[in-house]
């Protein structure tokens, strides 16, 4: 049996009953009643769960700001040495989209939103462990591959599909500037191809390959890694990694804030549009 969910584009997300009863609540509290972001912080790791099953983890303005916000929490948080990103579903993110839960307009929230978890997240001064477990799609690869640490099992893939739909992927080109080779970005930008676990680690940007049996045991090693050494180190190390980097991130998100808009532009003009957030179960 099957259960059935509409998507904003009238498309059907299917979750079979045995899937949907083994999902557990995430673990902390929800950032912002209705995002489906969960934040936990415990013994010096943090754990952030994508937990929007019912839209394939999509990413509209109320998701992307409880997610800034958990970043800002974490950044505040000094005994909290690392960061975990997981999801609470088969899907690791299937990207930002422009529209909120239950509207057909192109939302003015969703620039500032977008850009505040930017700043947010390449900003931050702290390490992330990103656990994909599933596609992670359009600005969803983009925070898989940008993390410090890609742990994937034999379901995740990676994919940019955004020109598809006409659409420039600027946030997701300006998270990964630097920190995936540039050839790397160019093929999943232009092939709009979808980069296997295994050619990722090969490429270099996948850490490690986890099968599914092993997968909590590998995100638990990173979890007693950031409670068993002093926070202030870890935070150090991250902060001589961007250091010695010399990103321009400041830079990199007034480009991206501009083209966006340029983008939004084209979306509402119709020349454009989000087709390319399917939902890969």
């Known amino acids: 049996m099957t259960d059935h969910t509409t998507r904003q584009d009238g498309a059907m997300l299917t979750e079979s009953h045995a899937e949907a009863s083994v999902r557990k609540r995430p673990p902390g509290t929800e950032h912002s009643p209705g995002s489906g972001i969960w934040l936990d912080i415990a013994d010096g790791a943090a754990t952030v769960t994508i937990a929007r099953q019912e839209d394939g983890n999509r990413l509209p303005s109320i998701a992307l700001n409880a997610l800034a916000d958990a970043l800002e929490t974490v950044q505040n948080t000094p005994d909290a040495g690392g960061l975990i990103v997981t999801s609470g579903t088969s899907i690791f993110c299937s990207g930002g989209v422009l529209y909120d839960d239950g509207s057909d307009f192109v939302s003015d929230r969703y620039e500032i939103a977008i850009s505040r978890f930017f700043e947010a997240w390449t900003g931050r001064r702290f390490p992330i462990v990103t656990v994909v477990d599933g596609p992670a799609t359009a600005f969803g690869c983009?925070?898989?591959?940008?993390?410090?640490?890609?742990?994937?099992?034999?379901?995740?893939?990676?994919?940019?599909?955004?020109?598809?739909?006409?659409?420039?992927?600027?946030?997701?080109?300006?998270?990964?500037?630097?920190r995936v080779p540039r050839r790397v970005m160019h093929t999943l930008v232009?092939?709009?191809?979808?980069?296997t676990p295994e050619l990722g680690e090969h490429l270099g940007v996948v850490t490690e390959l986890?099968?599914?049996?092993?997968?909590?045991?590998?995100?638990?090693d990173y979890r007693r890694l950031f409670g068993t050494i002093p926070a202030a180190a870890a935070r150090g190390t991250k902060e001589l990694f961007e250091n010695l980097a010399g990103r321009d991130a400041v830079g990199l998100r007034e480009t991206a804030k501009q083209s966006l808009a340029d983008v939004v532009d084209r979306i509402r003009s119709g020349a454009s549009d989000q087709s390319y957030l399917e939902v890969t179960r």
């Open 142 to 178: 983009s925070i898989a591959l940008s993390s410090d640490v890609v742990i994937a099992t034999p379901r995740a893939s990676f994919h940019l599909p955004e020109l598809g739909g006409g659409v420039i992927p600027v946030y997701a080109i300006a998270m990964l500037e630097g």
């Open 210 to 220: 986890a099968t599914l049996d092993g997968l909590a045991a590998a995100v638990d």
């Open 190 to 195: 232009w092939s709009r191809r979808r980069l």
